[in-house]
Structure formats: C-alpha cells, structure tokens
C-alpha cells in the first residue's frame, strides 16, 4: 500500500483532511512491516531461521548486529533507553526470485537483499519477535505479482523458522 499524499485527500480540507492523511499513512505503515513472535531462545530462533533460508538453497551473506551496535553507541547519541536485549538482521536473496523481480522492473533492485530481524525486548527476554518488510504493491501487475513471490518467501522462511501454520 502506497501511502497517499496531499493531493489523496483533496476532496476533505482543513484538520479533517490532515488527520484523513496521518491515519491513512499510520495504516500504510502498520502494513509494511509483517510481525511475528514465538517464545524461545534468541539463538535457538536465529539457527531456526538459518536452516530454513539454507533449506531453500539460499545463502545468508551477512548478519548485522543491530542490539550491538544501539549499545555500543547509547552514550555517545545521549540514549536513555534500552531498546532490546537482542537484535539481530540476516540479509539474503534469491537468484529466482530476485531475477524474477528484476525482469518484471529493474527498479525492484532496490528490494534486494531481502531482510528478516530478530529481536528480544529487554522486559521480555523469552519472546523473540520476527520481522520483515512486506514488498508487494509496487509498480506493473508482473511487478506486484513478482513482489508477492518475495512475501510469500520471506513469510515461509520465518513461520518456518517460527513453528507457526
């Protein structure tokens, strides 16, 4: 869902028309993020996670230590919170997939690697959360069709990896 701008809501003017735009781009927001959680261990999840984008023949090509790097950095941005206990992002892709996107427009480069985070909330250190950004939506139908193979993937990988239905 593409989040509309100014011109979307011309028909409704004033506070109407600007709180019409901020709940219209709250929802595109909330739905570009697909969320899941499963209680465990953060490293048990992440090997989960691992061996279910391995077992599709993909390769992870880098890990970003995001809960690291936030810690590392807390004093010197003045931070006054801890935003996780855990947080980790593995990046892949697929040569199918990916190509497929690709083919349909090359500007779908820009959804390539593909993302899945891990986190562990520090009052709730035995949930760990799965994320990933929803793609679909965007350009042709060939396009959008393509990009509904990448959330259809990321979603596999991760209920997979979750032990979710």
Not at 56 to 67: A, C, F, K, M, Q
Request: with cysteine; proline share 3%; glycine share 8%.
């Amino acid at each position: 869902m593409r989040t509309p701008s100014i011109h979307a809501v011309r028909g409704i003017t004033g506070w109407m028309g600007l709180l019409a735009l901020c709940l219209a781009s709250a929802l595109a927001q909330a739905q570009t993020i697909a969320r899941f959680s499963t209680q465990g261990e953060f490293d048990v999840v992440k090997e989960e996670v691992l061996l279910a984008i391995q077992g599709r023949g993909l390769v992870v090509d880098h890990t970003s230590y995001i809960g690291n790097m936030l810690e590392r950095t807390a004093k010197d941005v003045g931070a006054g919170k801890r935003v996780y206990a855990r947080a980790e992002a593995v990046q892949f892709c697929s040569a199918v997939v990916s190509r497929n996107t690709m083919e349909a427009d090359p500007a779908n480069i820009a959804f390539c690697p593909y993302v899945v985070a891990l986190y562990v909330l520090p009052d709730d250190p035995k949930t760990v959360h799965a994320v990933f950004r929803r793609v679909s939506g965007a350009g042709s139908d060939a396009s959008r069709a393509s990009l509904r193979e990448v959330d259809a993937l990321l979603e596999a990988i991760v209920r997979e990896a979750l032990g979710l239905k």
